[in-house]
């Protein structure tokens, strides 16, 4: 088996491996650093529970080799808390009670975290459509809404603001 | 005392953001496949492209000499050790792996063990298998008739019917239709579906050689009933069986049923010693794991011309498909369909079912729903606006003047069901002013006359959920009920263990709550554990909206257990709770304060 | 769900890649967004021996307008027109296209030159294309060569492009004035191929009459293809709501779309004519505002 070194940036740390040029990304991630948050959901590039930021956008990763990414730049959903401060899009998820069984939440987190990074202020269609490329069986959606939407205001409020109304801390 | 700290116990009523919250948000939830042992083998398998079919060679030796590849398991290796078969949880049998045939389209044909999943996906495609094709029936009316392919000619019986039910009276339902003045008919077909949770199914099997203790990480919605089923395929006792259920990416009803994949991953890791995983891919999962509905329903109602329904009349074919598996922990083979006579007062009613085998993937699970209550109140709902319709009454009206009254409770049904309570004029009326119903008729017509179409659609249901009543409900004879454990620790913080299983439901947030609730302790020092079979007690697991009923009352019983006993000892020094359990007479609870409307 | 082994080249320049796909010929296959090779070579519906990414290959990236033409380059994604402000002013077909492409995640991968080289008939650019009647650059050993929209496709999956070319660019002239195109697709749910797609592109004379019109439809033949006879019947005429009906009637008999599980022919041909019209309409309304 031929292998191909590579060597990517991931939640800022250097990782290079020796991987066979069939490997796919997500199991790069998953299975060669052992970083399991990102998900495989269908395997056809459907659901999105794959979904990681490839040199900033997300893309679904299980759609990826992983000999695509050398020399690139990922983040997963390990790289969202900063110095033990949860993303706002996590805090969100958490606070509109946004996920339910948890499996496509990485994913639907990473897609919403790119939307906000490129739309601060998105309505809901925007939010929809945004996800369309994720999918949830457990929630119907409007939960997963709700908590983009926290996100975004809470990321607009300026560094030193307190915590929203209502907005339990962790 | 109790009420001002209310919102700092997060007792019921109150919201708690979910505990388990905090490890999926950041990525660290341990779903099956994130289980990684060391020495981990994975297994892959090799599925029949036919639905119909002799097998007549399976040939593995180009697989076993690809470099990686540790085992081939077919159906005859395990015929040797008498696993090509196992119980089905409806007393029918199912292959694990075929011994001369295929009964349906991506049937486990052999599997592959290897070293990694790459090298096992090569390798299953390296595996030649020859088939002899034989006519397949995928059609349940066809299955009936005498020349039709035989699909189990491993039963004494050489038909595809499997079983005949009935529920109700006939004769008096026969004699109501026919004096009845109106009687309305319609053919239903609510066809198979697939929950399709967003993880698929899989597991990691792990035999310890030492001290003969198997070990299994899988995706089940009942850990428990699983130990049980794995036991009586193998002959391990449960004391040598131990099944984690880890965290689940959804289950509705798929991940009840005990999947061929999952003993074959047990019997490579006996066969080799080292844990072995398999996790099925999304097309797998569509194609050949358990279906919901595939009911085939005529249904009848007599009825005065008044519109008062006095009968219902129902036969349904039902499509199981190659095996008998569905998941319907019943007593009942068609499960809880005799339920359909809803939320109206009959005077007689009859219900017969008759069960096919046909060359589809075997199932019958509860998704959306438990145990064929959504065929029944599809249905009756059905066949109400159907009548409705044939008598040009409204779809309100109807159901109105068909109601059980709430004077008639306890109320038994026509097919023999005890209604405790209700009131579903009220129920209705209040839903009906909701919406603004005549508001909405109004701007109905008017569309209508501009000739726009506009549609309004009622329903209104009665269903059984909880499963349940142990005099209607088992699992392999095993009486349903469910079970909590609770340690209370010297400082006041809890730990509960609960026998049924969480795919996304919040359990560990909810019985949190249950227990905050009855012992005033504070929810955040309450930790709730499942589905790990060596610790939490034996329960019959999460389906059928039957955690919080079952096991959820459990857990409040214990714990009041607990606050009773706790009434007979002084207070120890260490104690931090925030509030006093044990106030006279009265339960905590009796005298708080509500938010007006809970959350969620 | 696992890709079968393959030998992996990552060329630097244009020149590079070519020679990799001379030296492999039907071996091997081009990488670009992936989108529907590495699903297809998952189900191990294709198994190239050797895949040439050609991801790093300068040059073949952007969507700019260039010499009265828009140029779409071979690695230009989805997305970017998605966001090229001169895609949603002058070419608002190609928004409406590409926002129907799979979903917001596949686009950001998926390139348009690969929709258009892949040929499945079911991909929603195609139809576009031939409606914008655009000119795809190919790149050879021997150098460019250009292949009108209209002789590309060859069959369900194969185009006119030899095995050791590349399709480099997309050319697609600027509308004339008074013109306006659409692209209706009608899919069960998001990011699913289409029942039936429609791409209407047409010109207005000066008295409102129609000019040039050309008609691409998706998924309902063996291949993409024009919807000649419904152009014919609208060309030269005053595009009233009952010339839109009737050419979008013929375009529903001359289509040929196989019944599946995304519905039998016939539902097909019914919903071809409806996402005919539709574009029509749009198209008109977009001709007259320009």
Redesign the interface.
């Known amino acids: 088996m031929r292998t191909v070194p590579i060597s990517v940036t991931v939640n800022g740390e250097v990782r290079q491996a020796a991987v066979e040029p069939r490997l796919l990304l997500v199991h790069f991630i998953r299975e060669v650093l052992g970083l399991t948050g990102t998900h495989i959901g269908c395997d056809t590039t459907s659901c999105g529970a794959c979904t990681i930021h490839l040199n900033g956008k997300p893309v679904k990763s299980c759609t990826v080799f992983a000999v695509q990414a050398d020399g690139a730049e990922i983040r997963t959903v390990e790289g969202l808390e900063q110095d033990g401060r949860l993303h706002p899009v996590q805090e969100g998820f958490w606070q509109e009670h946004g996920l339910q069984c948890g499996f496509c939440t990485p994913g639907m987190m990473m897609t919403a975290v790119a939307l906000l990074e490129a739309n601060p202020n998105p309505d809901e269609a925007e939010i929809r459509r945004a996800i369309s490329g994720n999918l949830c069986r457990c929630t119907g959606y409007v939960n997963i809404v709700k908590a983009i939407r926290y996100a975004a205001e809470k990321m607009r409020q300026p560094e030193v603001a307190p915590a929203v109304a209502g907005g339990g801390e962790d | 005392m109790a009420t001002t700290q209310s919102t700092q116990i997060g007792g019921l009523g109150y919201a708690v953001?979910?505990k388990?919250?905090?490890?999926?948000?950041?990525?660290?939830?341990?779903?099956v496949?994130?289980v990684?042992l060391p020495g981990m083998l994975y297994l892959d398998i090799v599925r029949s492209p036919l639905a119909h079919a002799r097998i007549t060679q399976i040939d593995a030796s180009k697989a076993l000499a690809m470099p990686g590849v540790v085992a081939v398991i077919t159906g005859k290796d395990l015929e040797a050790a008498g696993l090509a078969w196992m119980p089905t949880l409806m007393g029918d049998r199912q292959m694990v792996l075929p011994t001369d045939r295929v009964v349906y389209y991506a049937q486990e044909v052999a599997a592959v063990v290897a070293e990694d999943?790459?090298t096992a996906?090569?390798a299953v495609?390296a595996i030649d298998v020859e088939y002899e094709p034989l006519e397949p029936v995928v059609d349940p009316f066809r299955a009936l008739q005498p020349d039709a392919p035989l699909v189990r000619p491993d039963r004494e019986q050489k038909t595809n019917h499997i079983w005949h039910w009935e529920a109700g009276d006939k004769e008096a339902t026969d004699r109501v239709f026919q004096e009845a003045e109106v009687v309305v008919a319609q053919d239903l077909y609510i066809p198979r579906i697939h929950v399709?949770?967003?993880?698929?199914c899989g597991c990691v099997a792990s035999f310890d050689r030492v001290s003969g203790k198997l070990t299994i990480w899988m995706t089940s919605q009942a850990p428990h009933a699983h130990r049980t089923v794995f036991s009586l395929v193998s002959g391990i006792p449960e004391t040598k069986i131990r099944v984690i259920s880890p965290?689940?990416?959804?289950g509705?009803g798929g991940k009840v049923p005990v999947y061929p994949g999952y003993v074959l991953a047990t019997v490579a890791s006996l066969q080799t010693g080292r844990p072995v995983k398999w996790i099925e891919?999304?097309?797998e999962n569509l194609q050949a794991d358990s279906f919901a509905r595939d009911y085939h329903i005529h249904a009848e109602v007599a009825a005065t011309r008044d519109g008062k329904m006095r009968a219902l009349r129902v036969r349904t074919v039902a499509d199981h498909g190659a095996f008998d598996a569905a998941a319907n922990p019943s007593k009942f083979p068609a499960g809880l369909f005799s339920i359909g006579t809803g939320s109206y007062d009959l005077e007689a009613a009859h219900f017969s079912v008759d069960g096919v085998y046909t060359n589809k993937a075997p199932g019958g699970v509860a998704y959306r729903c438990s145990f064929r209550v959504t065929e029944a109140v599809h249905m009756i709902e059905r066949m109400v606006d159907v009548l409705a319709d044939e008598l040009d009454m409204d779809p309100a009206e109807i159901r109105f003047k068909n109601f059980i009254q709430p004077e008639q409770f306890p109320y038994k049904s026509p097919t023999g069901w005890e209604y405790d309570s209700g009131n579903y004029p009220a129920a209705l009326q209040k839903a009906l002013d909701a919406i603004g119903y005549q508001e909405l008729r109004r701007e109905q017509a008017e569309k209508r006359a501009r000739g726009e179409l506009m549609g309004i659609g009622i329903s209104t249901f009665t269903e059984i959920v909880g499963a349940g009543p142990s005099h209607t409900f088992d699992i392999l004879g095993i009486k349903m009920f469910d079970s909590a454990e609770i340690r209370v620790h010297p400082t006041g913080s809890a730990l509960v263990r609960i026998g049924v299983q969480t795919?996304?439901?919040?359990h560990e947030t909810t019985f949190a709550q249950i227990v905050a609730e009855e012992l005033g302790l504070p929810v955040e020092n309450i930790v709730v554990e499942h589905g790990d079979t060596d610790t939490a007690p034996y329960g019959l697991g999460t389906y059928g909206s039957r955690s919080t009923p079952t096991a959820g009352a459990a857990t409040a019983v214990a714990a009041r257990k607990i606050r009773e006993k706790a009434r007979l000892l002084p207070r120890p020094t260490c104690w931090r709770s925030t509030r006093t359990i044990w106030s006279g007479a009265t339960t905590p609870s009796a005298s708080r304060a509500r938010p007006s409307a809970p959350r969620? | 769900m696992i890709p079968g082994p393959f030998d992996y080249h990552a060329p630097r320049s244009l020149a590079e890649a070519i020679g990799l796909l001379g030296a492999h010929g039907f071996d091997a296959k081009l990488l670009a967004g992936g989108q529907s090779l590495i699903p297809m070579m998952k189900f191990r519906l294709a198994e190239p021996a050797v895949i040439v990414d050609l991801n790093r290959v300068p040059g073949l990236d952007g969507v700019r307008e260039q010499d009265g033409q828009l140029v779409i380059g071979a690695l230009a994604r989805e997305a970017d027109l998605e966001q090229a402000a001169v895609v949603a002013t002058t070419y608002p077909i190609l928004l409406d296209t590409a926002l129907v492409v799979a979903d917001p995640l596949v686009r950001n991968l998926a390139t348009v030159g690969g929709n258009l080289a892949h040929a499945d008939p079911a991909n929603d650019h195609p139809a576009t294309m031939l409606a914008l009647g655009a000119e795809l650059t190919a790149t050879g050993p021997t150098g460019e060569r250009t292949i009108p929209i209209d002789d590309f496709f060859v069959d369900t999956f194969t185009t006119a492009l030899e095995p050791d070319e590349i399709l480099t660019a997309i050319r697609i002239p600027r509308p004339a004035p008074r013109s306006g195109g659409a692209y209706v697709k009608f899919e069960r749910k998001v990011g699913d191929y289409a029942i039936a797609g429609a791409a209407a592109h047409l010109t207005l004379d000066d008295d409102g009459r129609v000019a040039a019109v050309r008609i691409g439809l998706t998924n309902v033949n063996y291949k993409p293809m024009r919807a000649t006879q419904a152009e014919a019947a609208l060309l030269g005429q005053e595009p009233t709501e009952d010339a839109i009906r009737a050419a979008a009637q013929l375009a529903s008999q001359e289509c040929d779309p196989s019944s599946d599980l995304r519905g039998p022919a016939d539902y097909k041909r019914a919903v071809a004519r409806t996402v005919t019209a539709r574009a029509l309409r749009r198209a008109l309304e977009r001709a007259r505002a320009a």
């Open positions: 953001k979910r388990e919250d905090p490890r999926f948000i950041r990525g660290k939830g341990t779903y496949d994130d990684k999943r790459y996906a090569d495609l399709s949770s967003i993880e698929t965290d689940i990416g959804g509705f891919d999304r097309s795919q996304g439901q919040g969620r």
